[in-house]
């Protein structure tokens, strides 16, 4: 076969070949002309960015004079106050000049897992700026970058030696063993502090921390400037809408309602409260049995205590056996007072039966608000 005969059957199409090629070409034609006559039937539509450029330069701006004059401006008209980033409230970061969008930013930020250690951490936050950060500076209550942690000996009552501790910034609600090791404390005081915060215990603010007892003044006082306890609204919500659990008019099962330490302790707590007639203070719950003290200052804010409910025994009427049954009266007191008041007539006042039967002050005063004479 000739070459021309090999390009003449390369090039050759069959019927139907051909028909769909000629369909091809026209919508190819038809194609062109819509392209090409569009923009005389579609108008372009037009966006308007100038909003956005306007947010964009208010935002991103930090140099320009107007925007300097305006904080200068706004900060000399504001009251400012120490603040922590950390612990900052809404209603705080407005009068201290943060916009919403700001205060946002700083509560994302905080979120993430973050936290402000340093005044210069405050100038992270994008939205904040440098002007605004220089105004604000000296209100950061955060230590300046490149701080050096205080170290001291500290000596505890419950340690071995001398300790050397290193403070920092923490919250007490998070932080683990080694932590608190750090700060000084032995393994037997980690022990009480855990057992507190496993039992449901929780610190809302600095004060909080001395509800513990291994933690006195000194110690307090020395940890209080790295106590780093985040607070928003929703901690000072739950610290105020606590439950009050009136113990003087409450049954036990009306107790138990209340929670786990009320469905343990109840029953020994109405038990004792039916032997002294009634409690006068919250303190007096540390006298029944089995009364840790670390678990009564978790619920001690929790009491109240209805002072009209102390049954009050007439000693001018009353028994050696009725008052000798007070746990606050002993059977030797309850005789003398007995004995005194048969011999010389009825008594015309408590003091006087202080005073005739030489009971000491400190007794005196737990028996008072459970004795009348009338």
Known sequence: MSFKEQLKEYFSFTKGESQGIIVLLILLIIAVLVNLSSEYFVSEKKYNFSKYEKLFTELHSD???????????????????????????????????????????????????????????????????????????????????????????????????????????????TLNDSGWSELGFSEKQILSIRKYINAGGKFFQNEDLKKLYVINDKKFADLEPYINIPRNEESSILKNNHKKVDVNNLSTEEMKQYGKFWQYNATRIVKYRNLLGGFYSKEQLLEVYGMKREYYLKIAD?????????????????????????????????????????????????????????????????????????
Do not use: C
Not at 91 to 116: C, D, N, R, V, W
Not at 132 to 148: I, S, W
């Open 302 to 374: 929790d009491i109240i205590i209805d002072k009209s409910k102390p049954e009050k025994i007439n000693v001018n009427f009353a028994e050696v056996s009725e008052l000798g049954r007070h746990p606050y009266i002993s059977w030797q007191n309850a005789e003398k007072i007995i004995e005194f008041r048969n011999k010389n007539g009825a008594y015309r006042s408590i003091e006087e039966i202080k005073i005739k039967n030489s009971i000491p002050d400190e007794v005196f005063k737990k028996i008072a608000p459970y004795i009348k004479v009338k």
């Open 63 to 173: 140099s320009s004079n107007s925007d300097i004059i305006s904080i200068s401006e706004k900060y000399d008209t504001l009251k400012l106050f120490k603040f922590n980033p950390n612990k900052l409230l809404s209603g705080e970061a407005k009068q201290l000049g943060f916009s919403e969008y700001q205060f946002k930013m700083i509560q994302k930020y905080l979120k993430t897992g973050a936290s402000f250690k340093y005044k210069s951490d405050l100038a992270k936050i994008y939205s904040i700026k440098n002007k605004q950060f220089t105004y604000l500076k000296p209100f950061v209550d955060l230590p300046e970058k490149g701080y050096k942690k205080i170290s001291d000996n500290y000596v505890s009552g419950n340690s071995k030696g001398n300790k050397k501790n290193t403070y920092f910034l923490f919250d007490p609600n």
